[in-house]
Nanobody, 117 residues
Framework: QVPLVESGGGYVQPGGSLRLSCAPS????????MGWFRQAPGKQRELVAR???????SYSLAVKGRFTISGDIAKNMVYLQMDSLKPDDTAVYYC???????????WGQGTQVTVSS
């Protein structure tokens, strides 16, 4: 069973907005950080935005000022508000969690975001 489930992806024109959501699919776990990665065709998966359990937020330079991450790590809930979308934002977006105490990171199954006119 995939531990995290994303929703909210879709098709949008350049300049539009989308909001991605991530929720636990089963038992809530303790995490020190959660965030969003994306992977475009032929490219490596890259970090988009991240938030820690202490409230520290970070963004990639490509999305800073356009995307906003929010959520409640204690509930394993994280969101990504994406504004002023560009065709270069087209990718599969993955929810990610770094568990407290080590062990494998958790990933969602991914949600497709397509920005095109």
């Amino acid at each position: 069973q995939v531990p995290l489930v994303e929703s909210g992806g879709g098709y949008v024109q350049p300049g539009g907005s989308l909001r991605l959501s991530c929720a636990p699919s089963g038992t809530i776990f303790s995490a020190v950080a959660m965030g969003w990665f994306r992977q475009a065709p032929g490219k490596q998966r890259e970090l988009v935005a991240r938030m820690t359990d202490t409230g520290v937020l970070s963004y990639s330079l490509a999305v800073k000022g356009r995307f906003t991450i929010s959520g409640d790590i204690a509930k394993n809930m994280v969101y990504l508000q994406m504004d002023s979308l560009k065709p270069d934002d087209t990718a599969v977006y993955y929810c990610h969690a770094r568990r407290r105490g080590g062990g494998d990171d958790y990933w969602g199954q991914g949600t497709q975001v397509t920005v095109s006119s």
